[in-house]
């Protein structure tokens, strides 16, 4: 069935021309997504001016801090193989670290969670940096050689503080994990599995670096553009070395919608995409931004869209999505301008043309006839009736006093044992039915609550 999103063609189209156009910027490549497929996309202008070549959806772009989401998926790889623990301190991988500074904490307080999500308090960037005249070190070996002018500057879990050298750190750490470079480590457990063929680090191989759009500076007086600094002057890596395009990304947004496998192999668990995608907290006094887990959460109209942009010397980039209606949006350009709207445009068309599209009628999937006894009224002392349905798929508590309150659980290796899945109080908790001798369910211990089964009177 052809997606609802494919129609607003035009609207697209007429949105980034004119995007480019008001913003005086030399081109883009943008696409839309919808559950797993690119559903549109485009090249608006020139990808290089001088030599009049069009913009693209197969145009490389430096797509900068959007390469932090490779480098924290990979991090929670590692995290469920075991092989590292979220909460362990940077320091434990990085000795190194022990020269650095912090006035608030131990440096155990630097760990690999808080570097993840931008709430270390440590300080923006490698130490020397200067971005106007284009100094900085992205080589963390030289970085960790200067360890005694790293600190931390704010407390930890105190406020939102986007740090580069973090993202240095934690891919040095995955290197000293796996024993093999970040890069070769990220291409062979993301870029490879997913297709990403037009996506790499410095240096490019020929095939590549002829797909290169190039940057340009913000227009100053003049509608002449100036070339961007030469960016091998500044190479980032683990924290936004990734050049990329439209087609690619498409895919990286599809495997976000997804359930974390790619080509009928399983990359990640799904539960723990849902757990990058989850806010950590807020950032800002209005409640309209918040910090994930390699990714960053904008609400927008009463959508939570999640994304992350890209800044570099001449790009500037954005990728976003909504985990509910499967959609996102991406936005690539080739000079100074705000990806991150234009990127959150599109994605919204797209989200509006899937809502009020029909929706698709399915047959419910059967209730597993060994649950089929545990469905039913319930009363608890405290909470009054309580129904345990099967409901898309899963059983399903609801309570008519609070609508929000819909648990569902998740079945253990124990008959009639269950877990309650994420999102409630409850969550990761036991449930468990009781049987009488004759195997009829007749309570149900629901975490730290017993609810009484209530059977049904016959006729």
């Known amino acids: 069935m052809a997606s609802p999103a494919r129609e607003p063609a035009a609207r697209y189209e007429a949105t980034v021309a004119s995007f480019v156009k008001e913003n005086r910027l030399p081109g883009a490549a943008v696409g839309v ?14 990808a290089d001016v001088a030599a009049r070549r069009p913009a693209a959806p197969q145009t490389l772009y430096r797509i900068a801090s959007i390469t932090k989401t490779f480098t924290a998926t990979v991090i929670m790889q590692l995290r469920d193989e075991g092989k590292l623990s979220l909460d362990d301190a940077a320091v434990a991988y990085l000795p190194e670290l022990r020269k650095a500074t912090s006035a608030f904490a131990p440096i155990e307080a630097l760990t690999i969670r808080r570097l993840l999500s931008h709430e270390s308090g440590l300080q923006s960037e490698p130490p020397g940096t200067d971005f106007t005249a284009v100094v900085y070190e992205s080589r963390p070996e030289h970085t960790l050689a200067r360890a005694a002018e790293i600190a931390a500057t704010v407390p930890p879990n105190t406020q939102w503080k986007y740090s580069n050298l973090a993202y240095q750190l934690l891919g040095e750490i995955v290197g000293r994990v796996i024993g093999r470079p970040y890069g070769k480590v990220v291409q062979s457990r993301l870029l490879r599995p997913l297709r990403l063929l037009g996506t790499s680090f410095e240096p490019l191989p020929a095939r ?34 990734l050049w990329s395009c439209v087609d690619d990304l498409a895919r990286w947004l599809s495997f ?95 989200r509006e043309a899937v809502r009020e599209a029909a929706p698709v009628i399915e047959p419910p999937p059967p209730l597993p006839e060994e649950w089929r006894s545990l469905v039913g009224l319930y009363i608890g ?10 409901r898309d ?37 036991k449930v468990r039915f009781q049987r009488d001798k004759k195997g009829h369910v007749v309570s149900v211990l629901a975490a730290v609550a017993t609810l009484q089964r209530l059977e049904p009177v016959s006729g």
């Open 33 to 46: 997504v919808h559950r797993g497929e690119l559903v549109w996309s485009a090249g608006v202008g020139f």
């Open 208 to 241: 590549l670096a002829v797909r290169r759009a190039t940057g340009y500076e913000p227009r100053f007086l003049s509608d002449e553009l100036e070339l961007a600094p030469d960016p091998e002057a500044a190479v980032f890596e683990a924290e936004g070395g």
């Open 256 to 350: 976000q919608l997804g359930d974390g496998t790619a080509g009928g192999k399983r990359l990640i668990a799904e539960e723990t995409l849902a757990e990058m995608h989850q806010p950590r907290y807020i950032v800002d006094e209005a409640w309209t931004r918040a910090w994930a887990i390699g990714w960053y959460a904008v609400r927008r109209d009463d959508v939570i869209w999640r994304m992350h942009s890209g800044g570099y010397y001449g790009f500037i980039s954005n990728a976003c999505f909504d985990p509910k209606e499967k959609v996102g949006a991406i936005a690539l350009l080739n000079g100074i301008g705000d990806a991150t709207e234009l990127a959150m445009k599109l994605g919204a068309i797209a």
């Open 381 to 390: 002392k405290h909470r009054g009736f309580i129904r345990l349905e099967w």
């Open 393 to 429: 798929g899963k059983l399903t508590f609801l309570d008519p006093e609070d609508p929000a309150w819909t648990p569902t659980l998740a079945p253990t290796e124990e008959a009639d044992v269950f877990t309650v899945e994420p999102g409630f109080r409850e969550s990761g908790e």
